[in-house]
Structure formats: structure tokens, C-alpha cells
């Protein structure tokens, strides 16, 4: 189990260090890739970016150097919490398209945080 939960925070790691990247430090490329972020404040896009970036720090180092491994179970749930907040903001706009990464991501998440309290 160890080793799936271990695999399954490096398939989230990179996702979400490819999306904060964009969000935080790459805004033109952000708008290029997904139409979204044209329509929401700079200032927010970089916020969320900013935040998936040190979910990952929180994803992998505590439970990686085994220093309050606790919180890689909360940086999951609250990866996870992005991104049903991510599928809500798609699902409103109707984007239906984009939510099927977010509800992947959101299961991953969720196995993490779950698979973390237990391993």
C-alpha cells in the first residue's frame, strides 16, 4: 500500500506543480492553456497557484522526511478541496469538459489523505 500511496503522490506532485507553476509564475501561458483564467482576477490565479504549489511541498516532504508526517494527509485534503472547489467553479460556468481532471485529481487526492491517516 505504501508504495501505491507513494506513486500516487508523485502522479499528484506533478500535476499540481505543472498547474501552480502555470497559475503562479507563468500568467500568459495559464491563459493560453485553459480559457478561464482570462475571466478571473491575476491576483486569485497566482493565489491558487501559489497554493497548489505548497500543497505539494506538504504532499511530499513531511511523510518523505518523516518530520509530522501528519501533514501530508491535510495537504491532500486540502488538494483535494482545490479541486472540488476547481470542478464546482467549471461546473458553473459549464465546463463540463474540464471537471473530468479535476474528479480524477479530487479521487487521488482523497486516496492520499485517507491512505496517509492509515500507512
Known sequence: MNVGLWIVQGILALGFIYSGWLKAFQYEAAKTSW????????????FIGLVELLGVIGLILPQ????????????????????????????????????????IFLALALFVAIGRLKY
Open 35 to 46: 480559457t478561464w483564467v482570462s475571466d478571473v482576477p491575476k491576483n486569485l490565479v497566482f
Open 64 to 103: 518523505a522526511l518523516k518530520i509530522v508526517p501528519v501533514l501530508t494527509p491535510i495537504a491532500a485534503a486540502g488538494l483535494a478541496v482545490i479541486v472540488l472547489l476547481g470542478a464546482v467553479f467549471h461546473i458553473m460556468r459549464g465546463e463540463y469538459g474540464e471537471i473530468v481532471v479535476n474528479f
